[in-house]
């Protein structure tokens, strides 16, 4: 298993940039594949971004595609989301999530199965 806490969120305005930080414990963080997900207020939660096992392969949501940027550093068990560009309707709980995938290359079918307890983040207008 692995124990997920995010970090980073905040209030920012328009066009706007935030990181938000993902630090995981638990054993063999190398072997997950990471992504982040995100709730709006009264909406699902949606898929944002997710990593491969090494950061070699990235996915992307295309609502957010060339603004954010999903990252990891295996060293120290951390993922990371670079928010740029941010708009209003980015405001959301943004979670970590954890998906036990060994070696697999290709992240499309992230779905997660371990999460964090969520960060906030909100984007005036």
């Known amino acids: 298993q692995v124990q997920l806490v995010e970090s980073g969120g905040g209030l920012v305005q328009a066009g706007g940039s935030l990181r938000l930080s993902c630090a995981a414990s638990g054993r063999n963080f190398e072997l997950y594949a990471m992504g982040w997900f995100r709730q709006g207020p009264g909406k699902e939660r949606k898929f944002v971004a997710a990593?491969?096992?090494?950061?070699?392969?990235?996915y992307y949501a295309d609502s957010v595609k060339g603004r954010f940027t999903i990252s990891r550093d295996n060293a120290k068990n951390q993922v990371y989301l670079q928010l740029n560009d941010l708009k209003p309707e980015d405001t959301a709980v943004y979670y970590c999530?954890?998906?036990?995938?060994?070696?697999?290359?290709?992240?499309?079918?992230?779905?997660?199965?371990?999460w964090g307890q969520g960060t906030q983040v909100t984007v005036s207008s």
């Open positions: 999530a954890a998906e036990f995938l060994a070696h697999t290359y290709e992240v499309t079918t992230f779905t997660g199965d371990y």
């Open positions: 990593i491969n096992y090494s950061g070699g392969s990235t």
